[in-house]
């Protein structure tokens, strides 16, 4: 561009000051992860500073891993795998006792033959569904009772846990009593057969 263009406020075309562009075209400050990568490349190609290129990249690469996803703790920790089960069971009866239901419901006002067989499967599936969702409170009461809460006078879980830790007492002392025996060579046989 010329001094006289300038000087009489007329921008050349695709001039940044033409649109009111140079502010918004400037580069934005670099990310850490971008200054990273550019100062471990321009490392990698000037391996003269006394440090190995190799091992500096190595270190850099372990400095700035990021994660793809960072883990929250759960709030509620995850259920048991007999009451999933069951659970999952009762939510599976329930959908199809509500899809009995609805076709029953529609069926009736339609006029159809289906509804009264409809209507009596309903019934029936709302006495399964219920059960459904009783074994899942009972599946869960019984699992924490005897896996769970310890502090319960009438909990089994503490005896269960008493047995564990006397069944691994006992093995320990197995295998330390058989390492002692190889250890010395089989000395204290009182038989070589």
């Not at 140079?22 to 580069?27: K, T």
Request: charged letters at 25%; a positive charge.
């Amino acid at each position: 561009m010329s001094r006289d263009t300038e000087a009489k406020g007329c921008w050349a075309v695709g001039s940044d000051k033409l649109m009111g562009t140079a502010e918004r075209r400037e580069a934005p400050p670099p990310s850490a992860g971008a200054t990273a990568v550019a100062e471990r490349d321009a490392r990698a190609q000037a391996p003269d500073r006394g440090i190995p290129a190799q091992e500096e990249q190595q270190e850099e690469e372990r400095a700035y891993y990021r994660p793809l996803w960072v883990e929250e703790p759960a709030r509620r920790p995850r259920l048991p795998d007999p009451v999933r089960t069951s659970a999952v069971r009762a939510v599976i009866i329930i959908a199809i006792t509500l899809i009995q239901a609805m076709v029953a419901f529609l069926g009736t006002l339609a006029g159809s033959w289906l509804a009264f067989p409809m209507v009596l499967s309903s019934v029936a599936s709302t006495v399964v569904a219920t059960w459904g969702a009783l074994d899942v409170w009972v599946t869960r009461q019984v699992w924490m009772q005897r896996n769970g809460v310890v502090s319960t006078p009438s909990s089994t879980a503490r005896a269960l846990r008493r047995e564990r830790r006397k069944a691994r007492r006992q093995e320990r002392a197995s295998e330390r009593a058989k390492e002692r025996i190889r250890r010395r060579g089989g000395a204290g046989q009182l038989s070589h057969s």
